[in-house]
C-alpha cells in the first residue's frame, strides 16, 4: 500500500514538473535562455568588428529592434482578435508596440520619404485603430482591464516600458555622457550603450506579444482561476462555521 501511494506521489510530481516546464514557468526560462544567447552574440559581434557594429544607425541591432516591436505588434493585434476578453487593451498594446518599431525605422523612411515620416505613416493610422477599438469595447474595457493586468503579457509589456522609457532614454540624453564629451570615441560608445539597452527591452516586448498569442490560443486558466477564488471566497463567509 506504501509503495502505491509513494508511486502516485511519484507520479504527480512528474506531472508537476512536465506541466511546469511545458508551461509559464518553463518558458520563462526558455526567455532567458534566448536574452543569454543574444547577449553573447552582440557580445562576439562587438569583439569581432567593433562597437559601430553594434551602434550604427539603421545596423543590426537597431534592425533587430525594429523586427522584435514588429512581431510583438503583429502578435498582440492577433491575440486581440482570438482573445475572449481584453480587447481594447491588446490592441492598445500593439499600437504602442507597431509605434515603437516605426520609430527605430525614423531614418530609412526618412531617407527615402519625408521628414518624421513614421509619425504619419505609421503612428497616426495605429492611433486610429486604437481609438476606434478602444470606443467599440468602452463598455467592457475597464472591466477587462483587471484580468487583463494579471496575466504575464502585460506584466512583462510594462516592465519593458519602464525599462525602456526610463532607463533606455536617459542613456540619450547628452548630458549623461558630459563626462567624455572631447573624446574621440564618446558618440560610438553612446550609440553602443543605447543600442545596446534598448534591443533587450524590445526583445522584452516580444516575449510580451508572444505570452499574449498564448494567453489568447489557450483557456484563460487565470481568469477562470480567479473566479474559482472568488467564488469559493464567498461561499465560505456567506456559509456560518459549525463550531
Avoid at 534566448?34 to 552582440?42: D, H, I, P, S
Avoid at 512581431?71 to 486581440?80: G, L, R
Avoid at 531617407?111 to 497616426?124: E, M, Q, R, S
Wanted: with cysteine; net charge negative.
Amino acid at each position: 500500500m506504501l509503495n502505491v501511494v509513494q508511486g502516485s506521489a511519484n507520479m504527480s510530481a512528474t506531472r508537476q514538473l512536465i506541466h511546469a516546464a511545458l508551461g509559464y514557468p518553463g518558458r520563462l526560462v526558455a526567455y532567458g535562455a534566448v536574452a543569454f544567447v543574444l547577449g553573447q552574440l552582440l557580445y562576439y559581434i562587438l569583439l569581432d568588428r567593433g562597437p559601430d557594429s553594434i551602434g550604427q544607425e539603421n545596423g543590426l541591432v537597431e534592425q533587430m529592434q525594429a523586427a522584435f516591436a514588429t512581431f510583438a505588434a503583429i502578435a498582440f493585434f492577433v491575440a486581440a482578435t482570438k482573445s475572449t476578453y481584453g480587447k481594447a487593451g491588446l490592441v492598445l498594446c500593439g499600437s504602442l508596440a507597431g509605434y515603437a518599431a516605426g520609430r527605430e525605422c525614423d531614418q530609412l523612411l526618412e531617407a527615402y520619404l519625408f521628414t518624421d515620416a513614421y509619425k504619419y505613416l505609421i503612428g497616426l493610422p495605429l492611433l486610429a485603430i486604437a481609438i476606434v477599438v478602444g470606443w467599440k469595447y468602452r463598455r467592457t474595457a475597464i472591466s477587462d482591464s483587471i484580468p487583463l493586468a494579471r496575466t504575464p503579457a502585460i506584466t512583462m509589456f510594462g516592465i519593458a516600458g519602464v525599462y525602456i522609457c526610463a532607463v533606455c532614454q536617459i542613456f540619450d540624453r547628452p548630458e549623461f555622457w558630459a563626462g567624455i564629451a572631447d573624446h574621440e570615441n564618446a558618440g560610438a560608445t553612446k550609440a553602443l550603450v543605447e543600442e545596446f539597452a534598448e534591443v533587450f527591452g524590445y526583445l522584452l516586448i516580444a516575449f510580451a506579444g508572444l505570452e499574449a498569442l498564448f494567453d489568447a490560443c489557450t483557456p484563460h486558466s487565470l481568469t477562470n482561476g480567479q473566479s474559482a477564488m472568488d467564488d469559493e471566497f464567498s461561499s465560505g463567509v456567506s456559509q456560518p462555521s459549525d463550531r
